[in-house]
Every structure is written in structure tokens, then in C-alpha cells.
């Protein structure tokens, strides 16, 4: 130890803070966890700031104290996407890190596995860690025991904020009154009435459409049906300046589909029909893959709750006769038995779309099809050419380019 003059809390933390530890940064890590918190708890960021202070006191000059505030405002569920902690993790990594501060440490990192991937590297590289409550060295038994459980405990108590707030929302749902976004064909008063949309235009469209499914039985044929007499469907705007308005857009195949499934239309309030998947999950995206539950497996299904445009029944049958036009449609569209050469390798030169293969006169003859415009918008195919003469013609041109090297071995 050195003749310097420390502050009280010096002596009294020097057990755990040594020259190696001055010697290299101090890491002042601030993070709040969404931007609501960032602005009701004004307080807490001061105090967060407030640890470049005590750094200081603790002796460490100004210019190596380091703040990393970059998670400002991001939620702490998971480190990913949080370029603040994965910067604290390199730096430590790096050995430029002598002592990390933050108000509770084992907050920063709200799932256990970052937490103790923080922990590990502090203990290789020799580390301390400092919270409102004091310094801990992450290569001592006893001290690597309590922030370990520190951190069982912020994720335990994670956990049960967020089973609460489940709670809260299930059993709202169960009563009916958990409102969620409604389909083309309905609106929410203020009063929070639900009821048929007003404009009669909006209405007609949507019971059109039923009645057409239930004429035609294919969500291709309903989409032909659509674009051939040029119907649009009323959606009211969710967000923006012109919210609630009225838009005429033109439907997809997708879109069709979701309003068919959608059992809202047969009067029913059902909450919980896409669930999510964690096998299908992609990391960094929270909803993107979530599997649709039909209203059996809802989590609550409450009958005869709206207005109804068509029969519990006809939305059974329409369920039914989706998924039994579905089989078709899930064969792979990958390269399957047949003579095409060029399956799944051809792009459409006016539009970049791949294109498909088309089998005449029982897989005798063959065509290279541009249709993704044609399937899924129901407009005319973009463009189509002759099977066999594009096989012959590439199968020459390859055998050309193949020639020299044979020769030369
Ligand atoms: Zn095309």
C-alpha cells in the first residue's frame, strides 16, 4: 500500500480493493429498464451517477472511471440487443476493467445466465464488483454465493412481476373486457361497446366474403373472386393522426385467411389464440413466430360476446375446410420428383420472384411459371416459358463450359 490519503470507506472496503484494481478502469454501469422508468425514476439514475463519485472517493482518478449508460431505456429481460452489458462483458474480457459499480449489480443483468457469465469472467480477470450495499470479489467463495443469489432473486422477482401482470390480464380477459384490436367490421366505442361498423359499405364486404368462402370453398378462389370485381375491404386505422378513418385496401391471401380464422366474426371473444412458441422463436425477435391456437385451446373463449356475422357453426365448417385445402398447399416447394432441370433455380427476370414449375400432359411437358403475384394477390401471371427448350438450352451451355477442362486432364 501506498503512503496516499484515502477516504474513510477506503479503509474500510481495502480488504477488497487493491493496486490491481486502481490500476484499471472503473465501470459505472447505469441502466433502467424501460423508458417509463427512465422517466419516473429521475432519482434512481441520479443515485446511479452517483457511484462515479464514490469511485472516486475509492480512488480512482477521473479519467479512468468509466460510465456505459447505452442500455438507457431497454428492457433487461436478456442481454441481446443490449449493446451496453455486451460492452461492459468485452471490456472486462479485455482485462481493462479493475471494479464494476451499479445500484443493484444483479439487476443489470435480469436473466440469471448473463448474470453469471458476467460473474465468471469478473472472476477470471480478477474483477470486483461494488453495489449500494458493498464490494464483492467474484473469486471468493462466499462473495460469488451471495451475488449469485442476488441474482436468483431479481430474476425470481422478475418472474413473479411478470406472472402477475399475466395474471391481471387473463383475468380481465375472463371477464370479456380485455380489449384487443378488432377485425375489419367492427369498432369500439369510447364506452367500450363493441358493435357492427357503421359504414354499411364496411359490412357488406365482410358478409360478402363469408358467403362467398362458403360458395367456393378455396381461399384462392375468394381472392380471384375479389380482385375480379375489384372489392377492397374497410379497415379503420389503428394508430397514427388519421385513427379510426376509414381505409380501402386491397386484401391478400394472408389477410383473407386471418379474417376467416378469425372467431371474433361468429360473435366469440376469445383471448390467447397465438401462443408463444420458444422452439420456433427467433432470438431478437419476441413475437415473431407464435403459433395460432384454434379457439378450442384458447386460453379464454367466451361465446355469444359481440355481434355476430356468421353462425359458431359456418365458422367450424370454414375452419375445417381451410385446413383440408391446406394439405395441398404444405407439400414442400422445394425440387420434387419430375424432369425439370431448373426447379427452384430460376428467378423471374422482370419482377426477382423464383419461379415455379408447372406439369403438363401427366409430367410429359413442362413450363418455368412466374405466379407469386397471381397466388397471392390474385393478379395476372407475370410471366411463363416453355419447359423443355430452357433445359436444352442451359444443358448445352453447360456442357460447353465443361469441355476445356476435360480436355486439358
Ligand atoms: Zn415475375
New binding site residues.
Partial sequence: MTDQVHSPEWYLNSEKLTLEHLGRLAVVYVRQSTLQQVLDHQESTRIQYGLVKRAAAWGWPADRIMVIDEDQGKSGASAENRSGFQRLVTEVGLNHVGLILGVEMSRLARCSKDWHQLLEICALFGTAIADLDGIYNPSDYNDRLLLGLKGTMSEAELHLLKQRMMQGRLNKARRGQLGFSLPSGYVRHPSGEVTFDPDEQVQQVIRLMFRKFEQIGSLSGLLRYFVEHDIRLGIRSRTGINKGELEWRRPNKATLSCLLKNPTYAGAYAYGRRQRNPRTQRPGHPASVRQAYHPPDCRVLIKDHWPAYISWQQYEWNLAQLSSNQYRANQPGVVRHGPALLAGLLH??????R?SVNYLGRGLYHSYV?C??AVHYGEPV??QLGGIALDRCVTEQVLMALKPVLLQK
Fill in positions: 423471374c427476370g422482370k419482377c426477382g420472384r419461379l412466374c407469386y403475384l407475370c410471366q
